[in-house]
């Protein structure tokens, strides 16, 4: 190890892998999401139409494309990287808590949690004293 170089911190990691599993699980569900609003067409009388669901689904490849670009720069102990990761998490939990209000109801709490759980998980990492030290550290070279 070179002066000035320092150990990639455990938590940057877990930030990145945590992301990583929250981009696949994103991914799938927007696969869903859109086929299933093209299959089912209008389901008014269930709460959502199609379109919210189309609308969703692209909003979680937007925000699982934010996560791997966080989580592969993050690795590289880019700073923007961490802040991708971070756009990527706050558009997880926002999408958590319209789906929790749009539908309280047990079933959908698990799944809720799915998603908004990791990503709390990846945005506290994310943001960790030993995180930010690291980072800081490729700054000041």
């Not at 558009?91 to 749009?102: H, K, N, P, Q, S």
């Not at 990791?118 to 943001?127: H, N, Q």
């Amino acid at each position: 190890m070179t002066e000035g170089q320092q150990d990639r911190p455990g938590t940057a990691v877990a930030a990145a892998v945590f992301g990583f599993v929250l981009s696949g699980l994103l991914l799938l569900a927007g696969v869903i999401l859109v086929e299933g609003a093209k299959l089912i067409g209008t389901i008014s009388d269930h709460g959502g139409s199609g379109s919210e669901f189309v609308f969703d689904g692209l909003v979680n490849f937007v925000a699982a494309a934010l996560l791997i670009a966080g989580g592969v720069s993050l690795i590289g102990r880019k700073p923007s990287g961490r802040a991708t990761l971070l756009v990527g998490v706050a558009i997880v939990l926002a999408e958590g808590i319209y789906w929790f209000g749009r539908f309280a109801n047990g079933g959908l709490f698990f799944w809720v949690c799915l998603f908004v759980v990791p990503a709390i998980i990846a945005g506290c990492f994310g943001v960790g004293s030993a995180t930010r030290t690291w980072l800081n550290g490729a700054v000041r070279r």
